[in-house]
């Protein structure tokens, strides 16, 4: 198989377990605390990092390493919207489409901070998503849910993220970077969690599976996966293939939960899809023009 083709692979695996990660979470959180959850899950997918990236942290200066954890306090802030909006909802598919607009708002909050003006495209998408949204969450009238509501601050948030981490990204390695992050935001949630919520005094055996699940496989095995697949897939692939997390999610709350979903929710999720499609058409015009001039070249 072409190392390209086998990094299509492991992007698209990288998907499935990140939807399959929304079940997880939330048949785990029917018998943990929130938070708790969120913090034990995400400090122990820290430690099973450590070993692969120890050498790296020890030569990283200080200061660095304060940025990185500076940043997960915003991966903090983004993770504990989305596990309350996750608590406070029956399904957890119009949620993932929601989360989707996330790389629709890195634009306008990269013009709003670091004045970087948005490009044409993400004008002619934005009205797209707009739309979609709106069908999507008011479809069957005005109102906006609780978990809806955490949902789009869980999206803004994560938007923020985005914009901090792809500034910084490139001055520290890719996996001690993650290493830290995590690390931070697990201990924050476990703060929060022993200040604000109370552990059940017994668990069942099946949470503690549905627990092991998102700490292997959603979270460690799917950035092994996400990572070794960047490494040999293209860019335009890999952000194509990474759309169709929010449609895995869906057909998953569908098919598990029964999640309803009437036409004018799914015609809000086709837009939503649409516009993130037209959003990165520019890049992935870009990358076929420059994949084209290389082929011409090599014919010479």
């Not at 989360?99 to 934005?126: G, K, T």
């Not at 870009?286 to 084209?292: E, L, N």
């Amino acid at each position: 198989m072409l190392p390209e083709r086998r990094g299509d692979l492991f992007i698209l695996s990288a998907t499935l377990l990140a939807s399959a990660g929304w079940l997880f979470s939330k048949e785990a959180i029917s018998g943990l605390p929130p938070a708790g959850f969120v913090g034990w899950r995400f400090l122990l997918a820290a430690l099973l990092l450590l070993p692969f990236c120890y050498r790296t942290l020890r030569q990283t200066p200080t200061g660095l390493l304060l940025k990185a954890a500076a940043i997960g306090l915003v991966m903090t802030l983004n993770l504990i919207f989305w596990i309350q909006a996750i608590s406070h909802s029956e399904g957890i598919g119009e949620g993932a489409f929601i989360m989707s607009l996330a790389m629709l708002m890195v634009p306008p909050l990269a013009w709003l901070i670091f004045r970087e003006r948005p490009s044409r495209q993400f004008w002619l998408a934005l009205p797209i998503a707009i739309a979609g949204l709106f069908l999507l969450t008011m479809g069957s009238g005005l109102s906006l849910s609780l978990s809806q509501l955490l949902f789009l601050l869980a999206s803004l948030s994560l938007a923020m993220y985005f914009n901090l981490n792809s500034r910084f990204a490139r001055r520290i390695d890719p996996m001690a970077l993650t290493c830290v992050q995590l690390a931070v935001t697990g201990v924050m949630h476990l703060i929060y969690s022993g200040l604000f919520e109370h552990w059940p005094e017994v668990i069942e055996p099946e949470i503690w599976g549905w627990f092991a699940a998102s700490v292997l496989l959603a979270t460690s095995l799917r950035f092994v996966c996400q990572s070794t697949g960047q490494k040999y897939s293209n860019v335009a692939n890999a952000a194509l293939i990474m759309m169709l997390e929010p449609i895995w999610t869906v057909l998953i709350s569908v098919f598990w939960y029964q999640e309803p979903m009437p036409i004018e929710k799914v015609f809000g999720c086709v837009l939503i899809l649409l516009a993130l499609l037209s959003y990165r058409s520019r890049n992935l015009l870009a990358w076929y023009r420059s994949r084209q001039a290389l082929n011409v070249g090599g014919k010479r």
